[in-house]
């Protein structure tokens, strides 16, 4: 076999075996990416939403700020408020 038959076949090969979850997993060290949520909040609900582990990301105007999370695996007819006010009830208890 010629080393222009043998390139072809290696490379055929090395995809075949190789999953894209595991280099990922290599890149990051996890096995999938992260998804992101991102929400537009009224200025004053800011510090609720950083309390229940958002993060701030940018001020869009005077009166909405931009935050972000990872997504959750709430049921997805459950608002983050929602479930934010669940989990609060809960602690209370």
Avoid: C
Avoid at 2 to 10: E, I, M, S
Avoid at 56 to 67: A, D, G, K, M, Q
């Amino acid at each position: 076999m010629t080393k222009d038959q043998l390139r072809p076949a290696v490379i055929s090969w090395a995809k075949a075996r190789t999953d894209p979850n595991e280099i990922v997993q290599r890149l990051t060290g996890n096995r999938t990416p992260k998804k992101l949520v991102q929400k537009l909040v009224k200025t004053d609900e800011l510090q609720h939403y950083m309390d229940n582990g958002w993060f701030f990301r940018s001020v869009v105007n005077t009166e909405y700020v931009l935050v972000e999370r990872e997504e959750s695996t709430q049921p997805p007819n459950e608002s983050a408020t929602e479930q934010d006010s669940r989990q609060a009830g809960s602690q209370q208890q």
